[in-house]
């Protein structure tokens, strides 16, 4: 599985953004599709993540700011993110749970720079 991602950029507060993560080559057994971010110093926390079902989790610190969806034909998943604070700048991570006969666990993308400036 390939995970490509874009939208990462500088923002100021209050702005808004849009990531976007596809997914290619072998994308059978994608149980789930999510983002995660990591800051300076700090460790990667969950973002947001959706199952193939459409069931969604949200990290506390952007609840009711971020929204996350995918469309399931292009394989790809989106993040909008709303109301952009500052404390938002951080790495943000495309992320796949895939599960086959011969491989459990998560995958990676590249990540993608997102910059809040105050």
């Known amino acids: 599985v390939q995970l490509q991602a874009s939208g990462g950029g500088l923002v100021q507060a209050g702005g808004s953004l849009r990531l976007s993560c596809a997914a290619s080559?072998?994308?059978?057994?994608?149980?789930?599709m999510g983002w995660y971010r990591q800051a300076p110093g700090k460790q990667r926390e969950l973002v947001a993540r959706?199952?193939?079902?459409?069931?969604?989790n949200y990290g506390n610190s952007v609840k009711g700011r971020f929204t996350i969806f995918r469309d399931n034909a292009k394989n790809t998943v989106y993040l909008q993110m709303n109301s952009l604070k500052p404390e938002d700048t951080a790495v943000y991570y495309c992320?796949?749970?895939?599960?086959?006969?011969?491989?459990?666990?998560?995958?990676w993308g590249q990540g993608t720079q997102v910059t809040v400036s105050s």
């Open positions: 992320n796949v749970d895939r599960k086959t006969s011969s491989f459990s666990g998560q995958l």
């Open positions: 080559g072998s994308i059978f057994g994608i149980t789930a």
């Open positions: 959706i199952t193939t079902g459409g069931s969604t």
